[in-house]
């Protein structure tokens, strides 16, 4: 479904990635990890078409990335970005249907179907009390709870997610996982998310891409990727390394 091949951005002379290759199957869940600064969310922005690269190719189903319109990407790809939906003072309910604006045609309003589609996915999501709410009284992990409903609504075939969660608590890091896991295993949808904490890419994720300085060190399995050798060489860092009682897959423990 998405095909990089020697992807690479510079700025101001400053290389950011560096000839990146790397494809990602429809229906999986590939995480993006590795230190800050290694280039991660610069290419979730370039495969999102919303930088253009210096060097390479994104294909994503077959065609270029900068060769769609704003508008038509937008029905096929979401993003979430770290900060989430801006704290409009708008309802739940309006916010999440901003996601069906690219699938409507030049002054098309609405229509019933939409609001259908909205009360749906606030269902799905657990948001059903929340729909009257104003978006900017909403907690730090109700908002990417909404963020992640528009996101919902928009009904991509690939989501793009710039560390979720970071600033929330366990609860809600594993309440938002978990809904983009059920909808990844309910839609056939693909994800590629950018992810820090290292125990829920290796829990969340179907494959890793270990990253560093702009370039990729590994890909694999987390427990290709979750070693000592491997963390210690880009962390500099000698974490204890266990395995998840019930998962059978690697944790870290500091």
């Not at 109700?142 to 609504?153: F, G, L, P, S």
């Amino acid at each position: 479904m998405l095909d990089l091949q020697n992807v690479s951005k510079s700025i101001e002379g400053k290389t950011i990635v560096n000839d990146i290759t790397f494809s990602v199957q429809k229906g999986s869940c590939v995480g993006l990890i590795g230190p800050n600064g290694a280039g991660k969310s610069t290419l979730v922005k370039l495969v999102s078409a919303l930088e253009k690269p210096s060097g390479g190719s994104i294909q994503f189903i077959g065609k270029d990335v900068q060769d769609w319109t704003v508008k038509k990407l937008a029905r096929h790809i979401a993003v979430l970005t770290q900060g989430g939906l801006d704290p409009y003072p708008i309802t739940v309910f309006d916010a999440v249907l901003m996601g069906r604006y690219p699938h409507l045609g030049f002054f098309e309003r609405e229509s019933k179907s939409d609001y259908g589609q909205v009360d749906e996915v606030l269902n799905i999501t657990g948001l059903t009390d929340f729909r009257d709410q104003m978006l900017d009284t909403l907690s730090g992990g109700e908002k990417q709870r909404v963020a992640i409903a528009k996101a919902m609504v928009q009904q991509p075939q690939l989501l793009l997610l710039d560390e979720p969660t970071t600033f929330l608590d366990i609860g809600h890091q594993k309440h938002i996982l978990k809904l983009v896991k059920d909808w990844q295993k309910r839609d056939g949808l693909t994800v590629m998310m950018v992810l820090h904490d290292l125990n829920l890419a290796a829990q969340f994720c179907d494959e890793l891409v270990l990253m560093d300085e702009g370039q990729i060190v590994n890909i694999g399995t987390s427990r290709d990727i979750i070693t000592s050798e491997t963390l210690e060489k880009v962390y500099h860092t000698n974490p204890e390394i266990i395995q998840h009682p019930t998962l059978n897959i690697p944790q870290i423990l500091l």
